[in-house]
């Protein structure tokens, strides 16, 4: 009876190991990063941002999948990998006893860290902190730059509204900024700005049979933002191997310089010469974007961005055109609405 006992325990025992509910293998990854113990089928991302796949019934396969993400994966479910202070050298799931046995058969989701979380590159410590910079033109798409229809109901002058996109043409911007990694997948956003569009001849309005003809100054802007950026998961593209989609909020201010009408006109008797049209200041901006980014090198991604921005308006200069004088209230305008197209680049500490 006792042999009979102590054959049936040692076959369940065996069972247990077979079904992965106990017992571990050593991993061996064919990278500079070591993945300690492990039992059961999962997926990771190792830190030279290759998919690491343990099947039920073999060892660890590397696939390559673009370069360095900061993101790692299981069976689907984010484990806590990169963006974290200290540098890997094994993973570790957070509840070692249950990740041997059950647990790690069921894939859950596991840990990367070395006393703490952590991640590296290298050999070498990836920061939380990242530098930002971006490059593109702006198109406007709405807003009046002349508000003819506020103009001061006086016989003979009359003025029509001029969209932003009829006085100015395509912009440029620059960005410069940072950013910080709250988790593998959001991240806080900061950037300074400069942006400027050229104008174009326009006619403000008629006075007594008269074309007002000329241009307003550039609109030139600079100023700060705010945002939060979502990451999504990395997919599979062709030529760069994987690219990572993102959206963004954004607010901020921005500084407008003044703007003056020039009348080309010499023989113009109304508004000749020099006309202030709208105050330098601050204004509030908010904008939502989209984009993609892309792996380059370990520390460095490359990425594209969209989306729509809104600038409010800036405050009317009534020294000249102040009530009762012709073509009065066209400067009422200001605000505007564009979609920025934008190269921008990613360096991580």
């Not at 079904?19 to 993945?35: D, H, I, M, N, R």
């Not at 003979?156 to 990694?181: E, K, P, Q």
């Not at 806080?188 to 049979?209: E, I, P, R, W």
Request: glycine share 14%.
């Amino acid at each position: 009876m006792r042999k009979l006992l102590l054959g049936v325990a040692a076959i369940g025992l065996s069972g247990c190991s077979w079904l992965g509910l106990g017992g571990q293998q050593t991993a061996q990854v064919p990278t500079s990063v070591q993945y300690g113990t492990y039992s059961g089928q999962g997926q990771i991302v190792n830190s030279q941002g290759q998919i690491i796949t343990r099947p039920n019934t073999g060892t660890w396969q590397a696939q390559p999948l673009g370069r360095t993400y900061d993101q790692a994966f299981n069976q689907g479910t984010q484990a806590t990998y990169a963006n974290t202070p200290n540098r890997v050298n094994s993973w570790r799931n957070p509840a070692p006893a249950n990740f041997g046995g059950s647990a790690g058969h069921q894939g859950l989701q596991q840990t990367a860290n070395k006393a703490s979380n952590g991640c590296c590159v290298g050999g070498k410590t990836l920061s939380r902190w990242n530098v930002e910079a971006g490059i593109g033109p702006e198109f406007f798409i709405g807003g009046d730059a002349i508000s003819g229809n506020d103009i001061n109901n006086i016989p003979g002058v009359t003025s029509d509204d001029v969209s932003f996109n009829d006085v100015y043409g395509t912009g440029i911007r620059y960005d410069l900024g940072a950013s910080y990694a709250l988790n593998p997948n959001r991240k806080v956003t900061a950037n300074l700005f400069y942006a400027t569009a050229d104008s174009d001849d326009v006619t403000l309005g008629n006075v007594n049979g008269e074309a007002v003809t000329g241009r307003l100054d550039d609109y030139e802007r600079y100023g700060a933002e705010v945002g939060l950026r979502q990451y999504a998961r990395p997919i599979a593209a062709p030529l760069v191997n994987s690219v990572r989609p993102y959206v963004e909020g954004k607010v901020g201010v921005a500084r407008i310089r003044d703007i003056d009408f020039v009348n080309s006109n010499p023989n113009a008797t109304a508004l000749a010469g020099t006309t202030p049209f709208y105050d330098g200041g601050w204004v509030p901006t908010g904008a939502g974007l989209v984009g993609i980014e892309t792996p380059v090198f370990n520390r460095f991604t490359v990425g594209v961005e969209s989306g729509i921005r809104y600038t409010a308006t800036p405050e009317s200069d009534t020294s000249v055109l102040g009530a009762g004088v012709p073509l009065a209230g066209t400067n009422n305008g200001g605000a505007n609405w564009s979609i920025p197209l934008q190269i921008r680049g990613r360096y991580r500490f």
